[in-house]
């Protein structure tokens, strides 16, 4: 475009005492399509904190394949044959065993239900993902020969159950049937770690020992209940589940983090759709308040735009004036949007202002995470939209006629 229409376009755009409305009704515009990219950017960065935040605590904490029964019934019992066997797939980078059962846990006052795993901790093994970097206390007594009971809680759960580090804490198994009935099995464990996961429901009901001692509290053989697999590649997961049932046999099924969370990431995903259809109404209205302005415009400079034609502007040069003057609207308005929108998400999860019930959301804050390519595509659906909103205002002006415009005047 030559410097003629650029120069006409800025020119139009200028407040003048008579043209007061079309200036107001042009800053609207510029501030309507600010507002909804700077809503389109709020709204993607709250959905990509949630699904990002939610999905690296749950695979820190959980396994990224899951061997469990098909039909559970008494346990895994070769998973000791199977484990070599599941580390030569590729991309598994470990197979670790694991035994879970309900239990109740009784603290010095008051006590709650929780989830006794069982894991090879210790003597060289390698912790779960989730142990590695304990909130408080330290695995190295799981290295000692003591035959002392050891056990890791979460630190919501020793919260609620006044439990502090090194304290003593009673696990009530469902016991043994003995011939004076039922009896509870009573178990005395000392607290040597807490964890934090960040998700509530792991943090506030789950706790770690060795396997060896869970199969004893769980009244077990040697058996365990799910074999977790993690991958270098937690998108492999399909694939690799498959090779998986084929080593493991019709009685075992493998299940991957992406169908134990579907319910979740569908939800996430639904949430995304939703949002961006709501809030691109607003670059709609926005769109609309840019057709209003042009089309003013077309008719405020009627006389002028003839005048112009009739000293040798051709109708594509009055056509792309008015274009320019639209894009112009619609991009100083992306403009701001971006500059408002990255601004919130940065400070709003730099400072973490917009607080959760973890016991309802799972985690304390609202999460954002910012994506340069988000701003590109909602830079591109604003510019878009008000081009399409220039289109018809421009095609009138380009097809005023200088001798019927000129007659009257």
Known sequence: MSRFEWMVALRYLRAKRKQTVISVITVISIMGVAAGVAALIIALAVNNGFQSSLQASMLSATAHINILERNPEYGIANWEQLVPRLLKIPHVISATPGLY???ALQGPLVGSGAVLKGVPLGHGAAPPELLRHLKAGSLDAFNSDSHEMLIVLGSKLAEQNSVPLNSRVTIISRGQLTPMGMLPGL??????????SGLYDLDSSWAFTTLPTAQRVLNLTDVVNTIELRLDDIFTAPEVAKQVEDITGPKLMAKTWMEENRPLLNA??????VSLITVSLIELVAALNILVVLVMLVMEKHRDVAILMSL???RQQVQRIFILQGLIIGGIGCLL???GGYS????????QWLRLDEQIYAISYVPFQSRWTDGIWVAGLALVTSFIATLHP????SRIAPAEALRYE
């Open 344 to 351: 919130v998400t940065i400070l709003c999860n730099h400072y």
């Open 187 to 196: 178990f005395h464990f000392r607290v040597v770690g807490l964890f934090e």
């Open 394 to 397: 421009s095609l009138t002006a």
């Open 337 to 339: 949007g971006l500059a």
């Open 101 to 103: 059962g309900q239990v």
């Open 268 to 273: 996430l995903k639904l949430e995304k759709t």
């Open 312 to 314: 040798g502007a051709r």
